[in-house]
């Protein structure tokens, strides 16, 4: 998969459709997957309550092969496929629609992504680290789960899902084959012209969102190691340092308590900017501050409408952002949410400068085949990289007129990473949940139904954990004083509470 990488100029040519371009063209890296995403997996596990035949599932796979010959690259047909003697409600979360109370409204809760993980990998099924992509099917006595594997440098979490729903589809019978699959990456010409007209003007500065992102990754074999042995060190250690892997469950009843204080205020923003500023307050304490520790989120941000080349189904189109600390004024500004919601949308707008974008995607140019790692990876302090999969519709994938009762996403480190005993810390992803049956329309329809909440999830300091957990419990409050600190918790481990 990895390819050289062509030097953006100022030509823009329209990109053939996938299906006019050669394998090895569609092959070819852009600078963005050129660092991080090389590094990367990007993993979608689908539990249907519907039974499937193993045969039709495997057919279905080499279907998607034969036409899209990409996804085939040293793709596994063999353990791909298991059938277990075991119940579907033993393996997801107690609150999904069909498995709770109907008078119950849903609470925050915790839920361990590993258990329907190993249900997966229950026969020890390989995965080769050098495939484009895995599918692998375990069929239960009342359900299937379907998961996809797939290298980040082919596509992101919409790449994924166009998979999933192509793979549906191919199951109901009812597929139609697409047109572009994987086209050119080029800049608009706006976008690239003014990104030259900044640098060639000595008077005039670097986007400060592009100067933060040039100081928050090395490009580094020797970084890389680092940042191994000190992850390693801190997985050793009895400590809230120490990252665990969760996922937490956020009732759309507190979402909407956030949405009315910040309307109260006259503060314009969207529901995941307060699930963001949720995870920010919650993973950077006024005690961690206070101590000097980075404090700084990064989140993805879609970059399509800056470029050239047509839409494309697997694809990278996103960068990373970074979000500079909030300055405190008067009051304690910088640890309201409501505030800390106001600064992130006022960053994703001041991202979204033609120049900012053009500055960013300028730094990847140099990286090759050396690793882009995160300056400060693997340290006590977190910095957490925020990725949204709330935009697309999981639970609208349709086997058959079944739709699924959970889907697990998330984006790992590649498999020779992994074997290596690297994690991917830091890390967490946003995802819808599905709607719930207790709001639903009056003839039980799905369509009807009110948003249930997010799902946020990822290896993250078990401090943050306990910490989002706490504001939920409390409904969101922003008492300092009200929630445990890193230092708190580490004394509590000391002493073995």
Known sequence: MMMEKQPLDNTVPCSLPGSERSLEQQMELSPLELSFSRQLEVHLTVALPIKLAPEECLAAT????????ILGTRLNLKAAL??????????????????????????????DPQKLEKLVHLKGGKHDGRQALSIRTVHMRDACVIQFMVQHALSDAGGIHWIARTYCALLSGTHSRDT????????????????????????????PIAVRYSQGFQVSWAKFLAAYLRQRFWALCPTSARRVRRMLFVPQSRI?????????????????????????????????????????????LNIQPYLASVLGALTNPWINVPVAPIAPGTSSASDDLIDIAYHIRQTIQDARDPVCVAQIIDQHLPVRDTPAVPRGYGSRTPRVALTSW???????????????????????????????????????????ARASARTGNADGGRDGGRQAGYWVQGRVNDGIWTRMMERLKRGGGLEDGAILDESAMDKRWVAGG
């Open 62 to 69: 080499r279907q998607l092969i034969t036409e899209y010959p």
């Open 82 to 111: 298991q059938t277990v003697n075991l119940h579907l409600e033993e393996f997801v979360p107690s609150n999904t629609a069909e498995l709770c109370s109907i008078k119950a409204e849903p609470g925050p809760i915790f839920y």
């Open 180 to 207: 572009a699959i994987r086209p050119e990456f080029h800049l608009k010409p706006d976008v690239i012209e003014a990104g030259r007209s900044v640098a060639a003007d000595d008077g005039t500065p670097n986007h």
């Open 256 to 300: 909407d308590g956030w949405m009315a204080q910040a309307q109260s205020r006259g503060v314009q923003v969207t529901e995941h900017d307060l699930l963001m500023a949720f995870v920010y307050q919650s993973a950077f304490t006024p005690a961690a501050k206070a101590q000097g520790a980075h404090t700084g989120l990064v989140f993805t």
């Open 390 to 432: 709330c935009h697309l519709p999981w639970y609208e994938l349709d086997v058959k007129g079944t739709t699924p009762l959970f889907v697990l996403g998330n984006t790992r480190l590649s498999r020779p990473l992994t074997k290596m005993g690297v994690r991917m810390d830091d890390g967490v992803t946003t995802c819808k």
